[in-house]
């Protein structure tokens, strides 16, 4: 987030205004072994007068950045006294994890009791001696041995003890007392100790890395150090002859890490140290955790310049946590954690959990030394970088920096580094280009901090753990600052965007880690990467083929030629293969393919050309339909090969979501894509000179031959009845203008062969067209029709009627002509009546009309019920060839009446019938009611 926005957002300042780094962290310029302190060396230079620059050799400037713990201050005052008045206790042995603060607990001890340090010039040291109720520091020997340092080939460590001494009480005499030991390499004994104690005075014994010495010897085998067995025995007569010496102290450091036990025998050395000292040490953890805060803080910030604007950014934070408590883990709303916040500020406090827990867990982290060298590079970075977060986040941690990632990786095993470059925080990683691509995202870095905060939170963690990762309430703690709570929904966004891209982060509920064995994301797009085209196409015509289950049409899958659609007299879909498209932007293969089934059937003719309807796919969506199509086959091979991918059951359960969700959006997209109907456009001459008809369904659910069905009828493309005075009509414009006849066969032949006929389900439309038509009188039916010889008409009568050569449809005239001539009288020739001439009629002139007296009709009433599927077809044909005949004389009053009788068999839902009398209101319809 911008300065400006922050400054909208809450007038708090941000960490750089408030506390400054020491000018060594924030230029850069401190060396890598800046925090690793060598006890002997500094010891040694001290010995020649040689300071040096680092603050390790100098005691004033070593206190005044060295935070006094309970463990340190405890070692100090108990050393103290025991010095003064041999009240304290003998012996101590330091024993914490590697980096814990053994060294740095004995270089105080050293310094505390060297020259050049006083309760006047150091606030710390007048602590030790108030808590000692002491009033100075007396006067003590020390003799100090580092295992790293001594070389077993050159010297005893007793005789080293006692040279030591001597130089430092001015007595040569003390070394002439162990010298024969010393020659000998036989240990002294806890006698010969305790009086080279006494004759030095107050005398103090620090030894680190004792076990570091004792791996370099051998059991049974002498050198200029002694043997091994000589040393374990030196141990025992240490720790008796301090406890026999009043004013002796000596102080051991013991790692806890196998990293610094090393091999076996530095097993041995370990164990016979803790037997020894066990009898009487005060075993002491230098380092608590929360204690690390403040070691960090004085360490690398120099003090506070605005102790009140730290308190308002700690109290903006926990204020923020405890009125969006649902989105913050638990303990962040407890009192204590506004006091952790001040503890460690500028630093989070959950970073320093990740620090101090996590990745403390790690044998080669050296825990608060780790710590110091780590946090010096970031805030080097974030200064730099002109960072103007309040709080020094995890989601900060610039890992996109060489320094800082390199200092983490060095601990970790596996490829990190690849891992942090092309996933969590690269310059073209994963969620910098999730970033880049959303702005909500790219406001406040969403993805690159939710992958730097799950990296910090769990990168050390080990993958057999229990409970892996850190929960979503975590990852929001490590990212989100006072004024950026509205933010936290995108957060949640990004979460689900990581999940699905990333190939090394694994997600369990609400909780999320990295881990460097590859998600199924990873192999899932291998896989995805290796599906063939071929497969892809075969996978779509399988699924297409689970379309035909109890369709009404009879269906051709993804027919490969012509051919393979027989050239039949019934009603066929055929769903063309994948390759042939629809693209209504040009010209396009599914019109040329469609054509060519609609010209041949192998290397000849099609004749029953108006039968076929195509199912094809639409261009826009295919692209997507194979990318859901290769998806679905690479977690279906995953599936199958759950054994030999050895994956573990999270893993084996994931991928069967991944497979079931995969099989939805594919059976969904091919549903969607198949959305193009195309059939032969009506031409006069039947041939197919003009472009087909294009039409659209909208289907998601698999049954796309059916919604073509449905599409294709509610549109009269397909009729599944038909009219008689349709059929009628039908024969008027084409058999009939040439001819008052046609048998069944050929009429058949004509409405599968040309696109100007109605395009039927099947024959028995056509039969039940007739015998209905004959029926109601509107054409006749023969038998065997000859032309010139005697003719026998079915008319007004129920009719068994079938498809064949022998049945003729004939004009209604030509019928009820006969019918006419079948019932009219036969009357003799009358006598021939000579009429009086007065009674002739006179002629009618050439313009005069004779009129036939009879009686006219004066009203014409038709009651015809209406197929619903082509109520406005229908009644468009009855105006047209029925009622407009009459409408049209001078003197006509024409009245029509709709009438609808509609009968719900369940009832009518009391909602629905408050539409329809509201909607009859408003249309002014007067006369309906419901019963």
Known sequence: MSEQNLRNDSDLKPWREVIEPYEEVSSGRFSQSEFALNLAEIVDRNTKGNDGNNEYNDPIAFFNRTYLTVGLKKLLVETLKRLSSGNGDPVVQLKTAFGGGKSHSLLALYHLFGEGISAENSSAVREVLDAAEIESIPKVHTAVIVGTWSNPLHTTLWGEVAKQLAQSAGKPEIYEMMRKNDEKKISPGASLLKDIFNEAGACLILIDELVAYGRKLKSGENSEGGDFDNLISFIQELTEAAKATPKAAVIVSIPESDAEIGNQLGRQVLEQIEKYFGRMESVWTPVETEEGYEIVRRRLFKPCKDERERERVCQAFYDMYVKNAKDFPKDSKEGRYKNKLLACYPIHPKLFDYLYGTWTRLENFQKTRGVLRLMSKVIHKLWASNDKSFMIMPGNIPLYDSNVHNELTKLLRGNWDTIINEEIDGDKSKSANLDEDNNRFKEIGAAKKISRSVFMGTAPSNRGESVNGIDKTEIILSIIQPGEVNQISVLNDAMNQLKENFYYLYSQSTRFWFDVNPTLNKLADDTRANIKADDIRAAIEDRIKTWIKHSKLTVCCCPKDTKDVNDEQTVKLVILPPEYVYDKTQNNKAIEIAKKFLDTCGNIPRRNKNMLIFLVADRENFSVLESNARNFLAWLKINDEVKSLNLSYSQTEDAKSQLKLAEENF?????????????????????????????????????????????????????????????????????????????????????????????????????????????????????????????????????????????????????????????????????????????????????????????????????????????????????????????????????????????????????????????????????????
């Open 667 to 931: 059976r969904m997209k091919l549903s969607q894509t198949y959305c193009r109907v195309i059939f032969p456009k009506k031409s006069e001459d039947g041939n197919l000179n003009c472009p087909p008809v294009v039409e659209s369904i909208n289907c998601t659910n698999e049954d796309n031959i059916s919604e073509v069905y449905k599409k294709l009828v509610r549109d009269e493309n397909l009729l599944e009845s038909l009219g008689a005075l349709a059929l009628k009509t039908v024969l008027d414009n084409t058999v009939w203008r040439k001819d008052d006849t046609v048998n069944l066969k050929k009429l058949w032949e004509y409405f599968t062969t040309y696109y100007y006929m109605p395009r039927l389900l099947d024959e028995n439309v056509l039969l039940s067209t007739i015998r209905r038509g004959v029926k109601s009188k509107v054409f006749a039916l023969a038998e065997n029709f000859q032309p010139d010889g005697e003719k026998e008409f079915k008319f007004d009568e129920d009719v068994d009627v079938t498809i064949s050569e022998e049945y003729f449809i004939v004009k209604a005239e030509l019928a009820q002509k006969q019918l006419e001539e079948k019932t009219q009288p036969i009357i003799d020739e009358p006598e021939k009546v000579i009429v009086p001439e007065e009674k002739i009629l006179p002629e009618v002139s050439s313009d005069e009309t004779v009129t036939e007296i009879k009686s006219l009709s004066k009203r014409f009433h038709m009651d015809m019920e209406i197929d619903k599927t082509r109520a406005i077809k229908e009644f468009t044909g009855y105006v047209r060839n029925v009622a407009s005949l009459l409408m049209s004389l001078p003197s006509a009053e024409t009245s029509i009446h709709v009438s609808f009788d509609i009968s719900v068999k369940d009832g009518i839902d009391a909602e629905k019938e408050e539409t329809v009398i509201a909607n009859c209101k408003m249309l002014n319809i007067k006369n309906f009611q419901f019963e």
